[in-house]
């Protein structure tokens, strides 16, 4: 029987109930770089497990104490300190009343299977980290494309703002200018022609000119401060009749 299982292809252990080996074949030294007289009344608990599987295989033979048969995947550390993968196919032997008296697995190296896995669970892996990325990418091009447009917007509506109210101030500030040209050319025909009261009351319409053209500059002042973000926001209180007769009398004038 032992000529039997040396012919074998796999690894063959065979242990008792307290996990001590009795046998094993040629091909199973041969998997963990052990002879037999290394192996032989060893647990391999002792010799071939990693310290990190012990709780693993210990699960493993509750099983087989129990009478189940299984295949499972773990790892042996050869003599020469070299890690392997290898496939268990662990079967309880029983006595001719139906007793457990020891335990058989036959084991076959999967390192190269494993570690292709290995390599293809890593490569997934940075296949979705990659994925994830681009989609975060996408997520973040897509919101610059909606600021770029945003701003567009902001900045045609600025830009029709800003037509709009050059119109005006150039509007109004001809309509002023004019008002001073008309009133300069009334002094510079013939001054001595206007009597004193006469001459009051055009420095009057001068000086309310002078005073609207004014209003206008600093408007224009404060709307380039506004669109510039430069104007400290300080709330005070304003006499809102005061500002409306303000108004009426600039737009008297510029009529």
């Known amino acids: 029987l032992y000529l039997f299982f ?10 008792d109930t307290n996990d001590v080996i009795i046998f094993v074949n040629n091909q199973f030294c041969d998997l963990v770089k052990y002879s037999k007289e290394e192996l032989i009344g060893k647990s391999g608990f002792d010799v071939y497990y990693l310290e990190e599987d012990i ?26 300190g070299k890690i392997i993968y290898v496939q268990v196919n662990a079967n309880p032997i029983l ?7 020891g335990f058989m697995g036959s084991c076959i190296d999967i390192t190269d299977k494993k570690n292709e896995e290995l390599k293809n669970k890593k490569l997934m892996q940075e296949l979705l980290e990659t994925k994830q990325m681009l989609e975060q ?7 610059l494309i909606d600021e770029l447009i945003e701003t567009k917007q902001k900045l045609q509506i600025s830009n029709e703002e ?8 150039t509007h109004d500030l001809k309509n002023a200018f004019s008002g001073l040209i008309n009133y300069i050319k009334l ?9 004193i ?5 055009i420095l009057a319409n001068l000086k309310e000119s002078a005073e609207s053209l004014y209003k206008l500059l600093e408007n224009l002042l404060e709307w380039s401060k506004l669109k510039r973000n430069t104007i400290k926001f300080e709330p005070i209180e ?10 009426i009398s600039i737009l008297t004038v510029n009529a």
């Not at 990418?137 to 919101?143: D, I």
């Open 137 to 143: 990418s996408l997520v973040q091009k897509n919101k």
């Open 238 to 247: 304003h006499n809102l009749n005061l500002i409306l007769n303000q108004i």
């Open 55 to 80: 709780e693993f295989m210990k699960k493993r033979n509750e099983l087989r104490k129990q009478g189940l048969s299984e295949i499972y995947e773990t790892r042996f550390k050869r003599k020469d």
């Open 162 to 169: 800003k037509d709009k109210f050059f119109s005006i101030i």
């Open 187 to 195: 002094f510079s025909n013939d001054i001595s022609s206007f009597t």
């Open 197 to 201: 009261q006469e001459l009051k009351e």
């Open 6 to 15: 040396n012919q074998l292809q796999e690894g063959l252990i065979i242990v």
């Open 95 to 101: 006595d001719e009343d139906a007793n457990i008296k």
